[in-house]
């Protein structure tokens, strides 16, 4: 059983996964989102292809914890990737993981153009491993 999460953006997804048991996590591709269906059909493959059981996806909150409107197109967003896929979908809230997924690559010696490439998927990785840490202090 692998978990998945997604960095939900208008024009690229970003999407981490986690190892088969929920440890550790890794950045997996980053998607364009045009055409957007071209776009859940590849999360779908992705889910079918790595035995996924549940995804993932960051929910961009307010500061102050409310919901905007990138929050409810996020919703809307997983709505329909509920309806394509096999298995539960769930939001977390990622504030500040763009900030800290360019923080992680400038500290990993990528470049500026690399980084521009990476963002998504490394900030989905935040957002699972921020998912699996909660997943484990509530199984101690």
């Known amino acids: 059983m692998r978990m998945l999460a ?4 208008e024009k ?11 440890m550790t ?17 590849r ?10 059981s549940q995804v993932v996806v ?9 919901i905007g ?11 329909r990737l509920k309806a394509i896929i096999p298995c539960p979908v ?3 809230d990622e504030r500040l993981t763009s900030y800290e997924a360019e923080e992680r690559m400038r500290d ?11 963002i998504d998927e490394f900030a989905a990785l935040i957002i699972l491993e921020d998912y699996l840490t909660k997943l484990t202090k509530l199984t101690k």
């Open 69 to 79: 409107d990138a929050a409810l197109r996020v919703e809307r967003f997983v709505t």
């Open 58 to 66: 960051g929910l961009p909150l307010r500061l102050d914890g409310t």
């Open 43 to 52: 999360i779908k493959n992705y889910v079918q292809e790595l035995d996924v």
């Open 108 to 118: 990993c010696g990528l470049s500026l153009s690399e980084r521009r490439l990476r």
């Open 12 to 22: 690229r997804l970003g999407l981490a996964i986690s190892d088969e048991l929920m």
């Open 90 to 92: 769930i939001t977390w």
């Open 6 to 9: 997604i960095d939900y953006g």
């Open 25 to 41: 996590a890794r950045p997996l591709a980053t998607i364009l989102r045009v055409p957007k269906e071209k776009s859940f059909a």
